[in-house]
């Protein structure tokens, strides 16, 4: 059974397929944060943003196999595209919470039956089963990886033990820096988004091998 708090069409908003229409699929739960609040200091993980207790949200509900799931994801991308290009072919993200506490081969193969392009976001602390097309790689503090290669690896920036030179030689064909923006800072003269950003920003300007990435689905309030 899968379980999954929310699913939604949308257009990516970050990273190197920002802006690319894609089928959101968030699975409930993660393994960094039980997603309490009275929790999330004690936790790996301690500045999630996302509501991942539960299968309440938009299109949510617990999916008995991998079938049904990929018919609900495929009823929700727009009818009359029939394009099979790669670039604009049907296209899922699956993220969370952890995807990889649920996503398995049987999910992504029922996908491509489908005709979808597979994509996930994760912290990169399970492996990731065959199938998956596109691996979104966003380290969370220390905790270990499982990952060994990505196809883009965005850092949530700054993070105190999983700063970007710890990341330099991953194998990774695009790094992207995520300015910051967290419940606990959002207000202040230091840790504020404005400052998390200009941060990332001079340290991108320092270091060319990492590019800017901005929340735009946030900036333009887009679901």
Same mark, same amino acid.
């Given at each position: 059974?899968?379980?999954?708090?929310?699913?939604?069409?949308?257009l990516q908003g970050?990273g190197?397929?920002a802006?690319r229409a894609?089928v959101?699929c968030?699975?409930?739960?993660c393994?960094?944060?039980?997603?309490r609040?009275?929790?999330?200091?004690?936790?790996? /993980?301690q500045? /999630?943003d996302?509501?991942?207790?539960?299968t309440?949200g938009?299109n949510?509900?617990?999916?008995?196999?991998?079938?049904s799931l990929?018919?609900?994801?495929?009823?929700l991308?727009p009818?009359?595209n029939n394009?099979?290009n790669?670039s604009?072919?049907p296209?899922?993200?699956?993220?969370?919470?952890?995807?990889?506490l649920?996503?398995?081969?049987?999910?992504?193969?029922?996908?491509h039956?489908?005709?979808?392009e597979?994509a996930?976001?994760?912290?990169?602390?399970?492996?990731?089963p065959?199938?998956?097309d596109?691996?979104c790689l966003?380290?969370?503090?220390?905790?270990?990886?499982?990952?060994?290669?990505?196809d883009?690896l965005?850092?949530v920036?700054?993070?105190?033990k999983?700063?970007?030179?710890r990341?330099s030689?991953?194998?990774?064909?695009?790094?992207?820096?995520?300015p910051m923006?967290?419940p606990?800072i959002?207000?202040?003269?230091?840790?504020t988004k404005?400052?998390?950003?200009?941060r990332a920003?001079?340290y991108c300007?320092?270091n060319?091998?990492w590019?800017?990435t901005l929340?735009?689905?946030?900036?333009?309030e887009?679901?």
């Amino acid at each position: 059974m899968y379980k999954v708090k929310e699913m939604f069409y949308s257009l990516q908003g970050e990273g190197a397929r920002a802006g690319r229409a894609a089928v959101f699929c968030r699975f409930s739960k993660c393994n960094l944060w039980n997603g309490r609040e009275a929790d999330r200091l004690n936790s790996v /993980c301690q500045f /999630c943003d996302t509501d991942i207790v539960g299968t309440d949200g938009q299109n949510g509900g617990a999916f008995e196999n991998a079938a049904s799931l990929a018919d609900a994801i495929k009823a929700l991308w727009p009818a009359s595209n029939n394009v099979q290009n790669t670039s604009a072919k049907p296209y899922v993200i699956f993220t969370g919470g952890e995807p990889l506490l649920q996503l398995d081969e049987p999910l992504t193969r029922a996908m491509h039956e489908r005709g979808f392009e597979v994509a996930i976001e994760t912290n990169g602390t399970l492996t990731v089963p065959n199938g998956v097309d596109w691996v979104c790689l966003s380290p969370k503090a220390d905790a270990k990886l499982a990952i060994t290669q990505c196809d883009e690896l965005k850092l949530v920036f700054p993070q105190d033990k999983a700063m970007p030179e710890r990341f330099s030689n991953f194998d990774a064909a695009h790094y992207f820096l995520s300015p910051m923006a967290t419940p606990s800072i959002r207000s202040g003269p230091d840790g504020t988004k404005a400052s998390n950003t200009k941060r990332a920003l001079t340290y991108c300007l320092s270091n060319p091998q990492w590019r800017l990435t901005l929340q735009l689905h946030k900036i333009l309030e887009i679901d």
